[in-house]
Nanobody
Framework: QVQLMESGGGLAQPGGSLRLSCQISGSTYNYHAIGWFRQAPGKERVGVSCINRSDGTTYYPDSAKGRFTISRDAAKNTVFLQMNNLKPEDTGVYYC???????????????????WGQGTQVIVSS
């Protein structure tokens, strides 16, 4: 089984940047994709990016295109989410997630992912 741990959250001003990390441990070959999700207070988790382990292909929803970049360091079993030009609506708890049978797809939802980290808080405010 894969274990995930997020870090790197914090407070940023609008227009600022943050870099989140997702450390992968356990069965580090027993997954095909890592997704990043945001959960705003009182709302469901929504996907903000995804990366496939085998070839590094990525997926972003329209809200994240041009501002967020997902990448991976295979040697360190870590996936990163670089967030630039942050907006107040980016505020929330950010989670990384995976599932042993899942590849990145525009059709993926949070319900498709079965392993989650504990989350890291991001606050975008002036």
């Amino acid at each position: 089984q894969v274990q995930l741990m997020e870090s790197g959250g914090g407070l940023a001003q609008p227009g600022g940047s943050l870099r989140l990390s997702c450390q992968i441990s356990g069965s580090t070959y027993n997954y095909h994709a890592i997704g990043w999700f945001r959960q705003a207070p009182g709302k469901e988790r929504v996907g903000v990016s995804c990366i496939n382990r085998s070839d590094g292909t990525t997926y972003y929803p329209d809200s994240a295109k041009g501002r967020f970049t997902i990448s991976r360091d295979a040697a360190k079993n870590t996936v990163f989410l670089q967030m630039n030009n942050l907006k107040p609506e980016d505020t929330g708890v950010y989670y990384c997630a995976t599932d042993p049978d899942l590849y990145c797809s525009a059709d993926n939802t949070a319900r498709d992912f079965t392993s989650w980290g504990q989350g890291t808080q991001v606050i975008v405010s002036s």
